[in-house]
C-alpha cells in the first residue's frame, strides 16, 4: 500500500487564480523514509537551492573543536558538494534551513537575506500571557562581550533590531503563549533576546531565563517559514514546517 505522506514540512507555489497551493514537495519530520533523493531531513532539492530541516541540538555549521565538526552543513555537503550556506539557526534552534548551489547562488540568497526579500517566520512558546494579541519589540541589541555568546539590549550602543509577534495560543493552564516571531532583522539570538526584554522567554532558553517545558527540555523555537521568489524560474515559493512542539 503507498503511504500518503503528510503535511507537516512542504513547499508550496502559490496559484494565483485559486486560494489553494500546489505541493512541490513533501517531507514527513516523523517518518525519514520519506526524504527527498534518500537524505533525510531534506526537504526541497532543484540546480540552484536546497532547503532542509535543522533538527535542535545540531550545529548549523561547523564550530571551533573536533566535537563541534558534525552540523547540517557538513551533512548536506557531503551528498551535494555544491551546497554552500546562506543563513544560519542557533545550534538549540529547529526547523528550515536554506542551502545554495554554487557561489553565484549563494551571493543571490545572501543578497535576498540582506535586503529583505526573503519572509521568516518561527514558532515559539514563551512564558506568561502577552498582553495583546500582536505587536513588536523595537530594542537595539549588542554583543554582550564579557558573557560571549550572549547578547543584550543596549539602547545606546545596541544595532537597531525589529522583530514582529503574533498570539496564535494562550495555555491558562500552562500559563504559556504559543506565538508566530518575524524577525524584521536578522541579529544573533534576538526572537530570543527581544522575548525575554518584554518578559515572555523562550520555554528551554537556558541563555535567556526561559523556564524548561514540562515535556520537553529543548529551545522551543522553530524556524517554520521560509518564502521567496526563486532565482531562476521567478516563481514564488513558499516552505512550511510545522514543529513537534
Known amino acids: 500500500m503507498a503511504m500518503k505522506p503528510s503535511r507537516r514540512n512542504q513547499a508550496t507555489k502559490p496559484n494565483h487564480n485559486s486560494c489553494k497551493a500546489a505541493v512541490l514537495g513533501l517531507f514527513n519530520t516523523l517518518n525519514l523514509r520519506l526524504p527527498v533523493n534518500n537524505?533525510?531531513?531534506l526537504i526541497y532539492q532543484d540546480d540552484a537551492m536546497l532547503v532542509a530541516i535543522k533538527p535542535a541540538g545540531l550545529l548549523s555549521v561547523t564550530g571551533r573543536g573536533a566535537d563541534k565538526q558534525d552540523c547540517l552543513a557538513t551533512r548536506i555537503q557531503q551528498k551535494f558538494p555544491d551546497a554552500l550556506v546562506v543563513h544560519r539557526?542557533?545550534?538549540?534552534?529547529?526547523g528550515l534551513m536554506l542551502f545554495a548551489r554554487g557561489a553565484n547562488m549563494q551571493r543571490h540568497f545572501s543578497r535576498i537575506f540582506r535586503e529583505r526579500e526573503v519572509q521568516k517566520r518561527y514558532i515559539a512558546v514563551v512564558a506568561g500571557a502577552l498582553d495583546s494579541a500582536a505587536g513588536e519589540?523595537?530594542?537595539p541589541i549588542?554583543?554582550?562581550?564579557?558573557?560571549?555568546?550572549?547578547?543584550?539590549?543596549?539602547?545606546k550602543s545596541g544595532k537597531p533590531s525589529l522583530t514582529r509577534y503574533r498570539l496564535l495560543e494562550y495555555d491558562d493552564v500552562a500559563h504559556t503563549s504559543r506565538v508566530e516571531l518575524e524577525p524584521v532583522t536578522g541579529r544573533t539570538h534576538?526572537?530570543?533576546v527581544h522575548m525575554s526584554g518584554?518578559?515572555?522567554?523562550v520555554l528551554g532558553d537556558t541563555?535567556?531565563?526561559g523556564m524548561t517545558d514540562a515535556n520537553s527540555s529543548r529551545l522551543l523555537l522553530h524556524s517554520s517559514m521560509l518564502a521567496f521568489v526563486h532565482p531562476v524560474s521567478r516563481e514564488p515559493l513558499k516552505f512550511v514546517s510545522v514543529p513537534l512542539f
Do not use: C, E
Request: aromatic share 8%.
Open 39 to 41: 537524505f533525510p531531513g
Open 89 to 94: 539557526l542557533d545550534m538549540a534552534t529547529s
Open 137 to 139: 519589540v523595537d530594542l
Open 142 to 155: 549588542v554583543a554582550d562581550w564579557p558573557n560571549r555568546p550572549l547578547r543584550k539590549i543596549d539602547i
Open 190 to 192: 534576538q526572537l530570543r
Open 198 to 201: 518584554i518578559g515572555h522567554p
Open 207 to 209: 541563555l535567556y531565563g
